[in-house]
């Protein structure tokens, strides 16, 4: 304490630092005292991972660490090997086809995916392998025909029952009286 006291008499009273290091003075010993001053003034409570693990300590070392935090801090998409793009494409397929409006768009969409896993499976590249089935063009359009009456089926019965319409006729007879 004697040596954070004669640190304190040193320092400039105004800018609140510490005094330059003497000669033959241990820099093991200075930094103690400035972690010990931190402490005391409480610089090191309610820090972001208090209690928690370091994430990444204890990992072998991934050259690519920054590149992969920085697709997850930014939630970046369709980057990375085909097989996985391809992977998580065809696990959508089904949505994306039915924001479709005419056969000949779901038809498009369809022969596109095919021949982009097949491209896929044709690479020289490495990576992992494509394991991603083809989709059967006439088959996925009679699905999206079902889902697409099914959808249509479910909106009619929960629309509310049109009003009786009433000839005009009426209509004319009643506003005269």
Known sequence: ????????DDA?????????LREGE?????????VDRAI???EFENLALAGKPIPGLGEAH???????GLIQRENITGL???AI????????????????????QVREVLEDFNYRVIDARRQLLGGPPVVTRLRDVDAE???????????RRAAEAAAPPAPARVPFWRRVWRGST
């Open 12 to 20: 400039d009273a105004t800018s609140g630092e510490m005094a330059p």
């Open 1 to 8: 304490m004697a040596e954070l006291d004669r640190q304190n």
């Open 40 to 42: 005391a003034r409480g």
């Open 80 to 82: 990375g090997p085909r």
């Open 62 to 68: 991934d050259p690519d660490w920054w590149v992969k």
């Open 141 to 151: 359009v009679e699905r999206w025909r079902e889902r697409r009456e099914a959808t």
């Open 26 to 34: 241990d820099e093991a010993k200075r930094a103690r005292l400035i």
């Open 85 to 104: 793009l391809l992977r998580t494409e065809d696990a959508e397929l089904d949505d994306r086809l039915d924001r479709q409006y005419t056969e000949k």
